[in-house]
Protein backbone atom coordinates (compact mmCIF):
# COMPACT_ATOMS: atom_id res chain seq x y z
CA UNK A 1 0.00 0.00 0.00
CA UNK A 2 2.37 2.17 0.50
CA UNK A 3 3.86 2.54 -2.89
CA UNK A 4 0.36 4.13 -3.92
CA UNK A 5 0.67 6.71 -0.51
CA UNK A 6 3.82 7.68 -1.95
CA UNK A 7 2.56 8.46 -5.53
CA UNK A 8 -1.00 10.22 -4.33
CA UNK A 9 1.47 12.16 -1.78
CA UNK A 10 3.72 13.31 -4.50
CA UNK A 11 0.30 14.20 -7.08
CA UNK A 12 -0.72 16.53 -3.62
CA UNK A 13 -3.79 13.66 -3.32
CA UNK A 14 -2.48 14.25 0.43
CA UNK A 15 -5.80 12.37 2.25
CA UNK A 16 -5.80 9.27 -0.11
CA UNK A 17 -1.89 9.47 0.69
CA UNK A 18 -2.87 9.11 4.18
CA UNK A 19 -5.48 6.06 4.35
CA UNK A 20 -3.04 4.25 1.62
CA UNK A 21 -0.32 4.91 4.14
CA UNK A 22 -2.43 3.48 7.19
CA UNK A 23 -3.34 0.74 5.45
CA UNK A 24 0.12 0.00 5.43
CA UNK A 25 0.57 0.99 8.85
CA UNK A 26 -1.72 -1.33 10.06
CA UNK A 27 -0.56 -4.36 8.07
CA UNK A 28 2.52 -4.04 9.42
CA UNK A 29 1.31 -3.57 12.68
CA UNK A 30 0.21 -7.17 12.57
CA UNK A 31 3.72 -8.45 10.96
CA UNK A 32 5.35 -6.69 14.33
CA UNK A 33 7.91 -4.84 11.84
CA UNK A 34 8.19 -1.16 13.84
CA UNK A 35 10.37 0.19 11.37
CA UNK A 36 7.82 0.09 8.12
CA UNK A 37 5.29 1.31 10.99
CA UNK A 38 7.48 3.93 11.86
CA UNK A 39 8.25 5.14 8.54
CA UNK A 40 4.27 5.35 7.67
CA UNK A 41 3.89 7.51 10.52
CA UNK A 42 6.54 9.84 9.69
CA UNK A 43 4.84 10.00 6.13
CA UNK A 44 1.34 10.40 7.49
CA UNK A 45 3.35 13.19 9.51
CA UNK A 46 4.35 14.42 6.50
CA UNK A 47 1.00 14.61 4.75
CA UNK A 48 -0.56 16.39 7.66
CA UNK A 49 1.97 18.93 7.56
CA UNK A 50 0.98 19.96 3.92
CA UNK A 51 -2.30 19.94 4.38
CA UNK A 52 -1.22 22.23 7.49
CA UNK A 53 -2.77 20.28 10.36
CA UNK A 54 -0.06 20.71 12.45
CA UNK A 55 -1.28 19.34 15.31
CA UNK A 56 -2.24 15.82 14.44
CA UNK A 57 1.42 16.03 12.68
CA UNK A 58 3.12 16.88 15.62
CA UNK A 59 0.91 13.82 16.66
CA UNK A 60 2.46 11.20 14.34
CA UNK A 61 6.02 12.67 14.29
CA UNK A 62 6.47 12.12 17.97
CA UNK A 63 5.24 8.65 17.84
CA UNK A 64 7.59 7.94 14.77
CA UNK A 65 10.47 9.47 16.88
CA UNK A 66 9.74 7.61 19.91
CA UNK A 67 9.63 4.18 17.86
CA UNK A 68 12.98 4.84 15.94
CA UNK A 69 14.43 5.98 19.09
CA UNK A 70 13.08 2.22 20.79
CA UNK A 71 14.96 0.77 17.56
CA UNK A 72 18.47 2.19 18.84
CA UNK A 73 18.00 3.94 14.91
CA UNK A 74 19.86 7.21 15.55
CA UNK A 75 20.38 8.65 12.74
CA UNK A 76 15.99 8.42 12.13
CA UNK A 77 15.55 9.80 15.56
CA UNK A 78 17.18 12.48 15.12
CA UNK A 79 15.71 13.56 11.63
CA UNK A 80 12.00 12.89 13.01
CA UNK A 81 12.74 15.32 16.12
CA UNK A 82 14.11 18.06 13.50
CA UNK A 83 10.97 17.39 11.90
CA UNK A 84 8.92 17.07 14.97
CA UNK A 85 10.50 21.02 15.90
CA UNK A 86 9.91 22.09 12.68
CA UNK A 87 5.85 21.49 12.95
CA UNK A 88 6.29 22.56 16.29
CA UNK A 89 7.17 25.80 15.19
CA UNK A 90 4.71 26.05 11.96
CA UNK A 91 2.22 25.19 14.73
CA UNK A 92 3.10 28.02 17.08
CA UNK A 93 1.90 30.83 14.19
CA UNK A 94 -1.55 30.11 14.47
CA UNK A 95 -1.25 29.68 18.49
CA UNK A 96 -2.28 32.10 20.87
CA UNK A 97 0.90 33.85 22.55
CA UNK A 98 0.65 31.45 25.19
CA UNK A 99 0.58 28.38 23.45
CA UNK A 100 3.34 29.36 21.12
CA UNK A 101 5.65 30.18 24.20
CA UNK A 102 5.30 26.39 25.06
CA UNK A 103 5.50 25.06 21.26
CA UNK A 104 8.67 27.28 20.52
CA UNK A 105 10.21 25.76 24.05
CA UNK A 106 9.57 22.42 23.02
CA UNK A 107 10.47 22.58 19.69
CA UNK A 108 13.57 23.89 20.93
CA UNK A 109 13.95 21.09 23.18
CA UNK A 110 13.61 18.37 20.24
CA UNK A 111 15.79 20.44 18.19
CA UNK A 112 18.79 20.34 20.87
CA UNK A 113 18.74 16.08 20.91
CA UNK A 114 18.27 15.99 17.33
CA UNK A 115 21.82 18.02 17.01
CA UNK A 116 22.89 16.35 19.81
CA UNK A 117 22.51 12.55 18.38
CA UNK A 118 23.74 14.29 14.75
CA UNK A 119 26.89 15.55 16.25
CA UNK A 120 27.22 12.02 18.31
CA UNK A 121 26.83 10.19 15.14
CA UNK A 122 28.91 12.74 12.38
CA UNK A 123 25.94 12.74 10.12
CA UNK A 124 27.25 15.46 8.70
CA UNK A 125 24.03 16.38 6.57
CA UNK A 126 21.52 16.22 9.26
CA UNK A 127 23.65 18.79 11.16
CA UNK A 128 23.41 21.44 7.98
CA UNK A 129 19.24 21.02 8.52
CA UNK A 130 19.43 21.56 11.83
CA UNK A 131 21.66 24.41 11.71
CA UNK A 132 18.66 25.89 9.22
CA UNK A 133 15.89 24.56 11.29
CA UNK A 134 17.31 26.51 14.50
CA UNK A 135 17.46 29.94 12.67
CA UNK A 136 13.80 29.31 11.82
CA UNK A 137 13.04 28.44 15.38
CA UNK A 138 14.78 31.53 16.68
CA UNK A 139 13.05 34.06 12.85
CA UNK A 140 9.62 32.53 15.23
CA UNK A 141 10.96 33.45 18.85
CA UNK A 142 11.67 37.19 17.42
CA UNK A 143 8.00 36.79 15.63
CA UNK A 144 6.51 36.94 19.34
CA UNK A 145 8.74 39.62 20.51
CA UNK A 146 7.51 43.67 21.08
CA UNK A 147 10.33 46.23 19.47
CA UNK A 148 11.83 46.71 22.20
CA UNK A 149 12.52 43.40 23.78
CA UNK A 150 16.19 43.78 24.86
CA UNK A 151 17.25 39.97 23.72
CA UNK A 152 16.67 41.13 20.06
CA UNK A 153 19.76 42.11 18.84
CA UNK A 154 21.37 38.68 20.55
CA UNK A 155 18.27 36.38 18.85
CA UNK A 156 19.17 38.49 15.42
CA UNK A 157 22.82 37.67 15.76
CA UNK A 158 22.32 33.99 16.48
CA UNK A 159 19.29 33.75 13.38
CA UNK A 160 22.43 35.11 11.06
CA UNK A 161 25.38 32.64 12.49
CA UNK A 162 22.70 29.96 12.21
CA UNK A 163 21.68 30.06 8.97
CA UNK A 164 25.22 30.97 7.50
CA UNK A 165 26.63 27.68 9.26
CA UNK A 166 23.62 25.44 7.45
CA UNK A 167 24.47 26.82 4.09
CA UNK A 168 28.12 26.57 4.73
CA UNK A 169 27.38 22.80 5.77
CA UNK A 170 25.78 21.95 2.81
CA UNK A 171 28.31 23.87 0.49
CA UNK A 172 31.30 21.80 1.86
CA UNK A 173 29.00 18.89 1.46
CA UNK A 174 27.72 19.76 -2.13
CA UNK A 175 24.45 19.86 -1.23
CA UNK A 176 23.46 23.13 -2.56
CA UNK A 177 20.47 21.53 -4.52
CA UNK A 178 19.30 20.08 -1.51
CA UNK A 179 19.46 23.27 0.09
CA UNK A 180 17.27 25.03 -2.26
CA UNK A 181 14.03 24.97 0.13
CA UNK A 182 15.94 26.01 3.26
CA UNK A 183 17.00 29.04 1.30
CA UNK A 184 13.35 30.06 0.18
CA UNK A 185 12.69 29.59 4.02
CA UNK A 186 15.32 31.71 5.28
CA UNK A 187 14.10 34.48 2.65
CA UNK A 188 10.75 34.20 3.89
CA UNK A 189 12.00 34.99 7.31
CA UNK A 190 13.85 38.13 6.21
CA UNK A 191 10.63 39.00 4.32
CA UNK A 192 7.68 38.24 7.01
CA UNK A 193 9.60 38.90 10.86
CA UNK A 194 9.60 42.23 11.48
CA UNK A 195 13.20 42.74 13.36
CA UNK A 196 14.74 40.91 10.32
CA UNK A 197 12.93 42.21 7.67
CA UNK A 198 15.58 43.31 4.73
CA UNK A 199 14.77 42.26 1.11
CA UNK A 200 18.14 42.83 -0.07
CA UNK A 201 19.21 39.93 2.40
CA UNK A 202 15.79 38.03 1.57
CA UNK A 203 17.15 38.19 -1.74
CA UNK A 204 20.68 36.83 -0.87
CA UNK A 205 19.53 34.50 1.46
CA UNK A 206 16.82 33.34 -1.56
CA UNK A 207 20.57 31.98 -3.60
CA UNK A 208 21.97 30.35 -0.37
CA UNK A 209 25.13 32.87 -0.27
CA UNK A 210 24.03 34.47 3.44
CA UNK A 211 26.47 37.04 4.40
CA UNK A 212 27.52 38.08 7.66
CA UNK A 213 26.23 41.24 9.46
CA UNK A 214 27.00 43.29 12.28
CA UNK A 215 23.80 43.33 14.25
CA UNK A 216 24.95 45.71 17.26
CA UNK A 217 22.39 47.76 16.79
CA UNK A 218 20.26 49.57 19.17
CA UNK A 219 16.43 49.45 19.58
CA UNK A 220 14.19 52.37 20.72
Keep these: ?40 LSWIADCYCDLKEYKTAINHYQESAQLQQALDHTESTAKRLRHLANTQRLQAQASSTNEATLLLQQASD ?13 YLENLAYDAIALALLTAERLRWL ?31 VASAKEALDIARAYLEIPPLQNLERAETAANAKPTPTNYSVKFS
Design 146 to 176: SQTDPTIPTLMKQFEQSATDGFTRFTTLGKT
Design 110 to 122: HLQQAIQLNTAGD
Design 1 to 40: YFQFGRIYQAWGKYADAIISYQESKALYQKLDRAQEVANQ
